[in-house]
């Protein structure tokens, strides 16, 4: 692993929790491969694109009053050559016009293509702890708790 690969990927993840703050969608869209295979928390179950993509990022960015809240932890980079993955746990808050609050734990890992010197997600797949004898996820614990 090259450690300008491993700053890269680590500038990849710093860029998106900005954007993700800012609720920046073109930030956000300007890292996705068009082709970006994901697998997000929130519904649609699956999406393959950027404009699927596009479309849960705004109708999640919408559903919220204030936030979202979106800090970063315990991020990993893995890379050789121009293939690269990252993993992290994200914490999000923030309330949404519903009037809920939001506060839980997302694990994320992305798969990352460099091409033409710019690192691209071209897999997404988040998941949300849950707790085997319940079913229930773990929606506010800590990435070291779960």
Known sequence: ?????????????????EA????????LLRREHPDVLS????????SRGREGTAQAMRAWFDSYAEGPGYEVHEVWVEAEGDLGCVSFHYHVTGTLHTGGEVDMWVRVTLVCR?????W?????????????ATGQA?????????
């Open 39 to 46: 697998f997000p928390v929130l519904p649609p179950a699956v």
């Open 20 to 27: 993700v703050r800012r609720q920046d969608e073109d930030a």
């Open 138 to 146: 773990l929606l506010s614990e800590g990435p070291n708790t779960v």
């Open 120 to 132: 691209q997600v071209v897999h997404a797949h988040e998941s949300v702890p849950f707790d085997p």
């Open 1 to 17: 692993m090259t450690t300008d690969a491993t700053t890269e990927l680590e500038q990849l993840v710093r860029e998106r929790a």
């Open 114 to 118: 460099r091409t033409d010197g710019t």
